[in-house]
């Protein structure tokens, strides 16, 4: 068998053959080439999945801080109220742009 053949037995789980006669090599190399891109696309968009999912857990953790802490700094001291607010709205828009920009090419 050649290895075209078996590389797609190995893909499919099952026995394929074409023919008796093996795959000429360039279109080994090409079957195997793109088989490779196919697989390297694979383990960029899955390390693209695990960045956004921590970088979004960490901005989501922090949008919790920030508001935790602009509910205690209200309770101290109420006049700084709108000055609060702005600051953890500025804050929440930077964390979310970088959630939004993390794992794009």
Request: proline share 4%; net charge neutral.
């Amino acid at each position: 068998m050649s290895g075209l053949t078996d590389l797609l037995d190995t893909l499919t789980g099952r026995d394929i053959s074409f023919s008796p006669r093996p795959a000429p090599a360039r279109v080994q190399r090409e079957v195997h080439y793109g088989v490779a891109v196919e697989l390297g696309r694979g383990l960029v968009g899955t390390a693209r999945v695990q960045a956004v999912e921590r970088v979004g857990t960490k901005a989501l953790q922090a949008a919790a801080s920030l508001t935790a802490r602009e509910t205690l700094y209200l309770s101290q001291a109420p006049l700084g109220e709108s000055r609060y607010r702005a600051i953890a709205d500025t804050a929440a828009v930077v964390l979310a742009n970088i959630v939004a920009e993390t794992g794009q090419a």
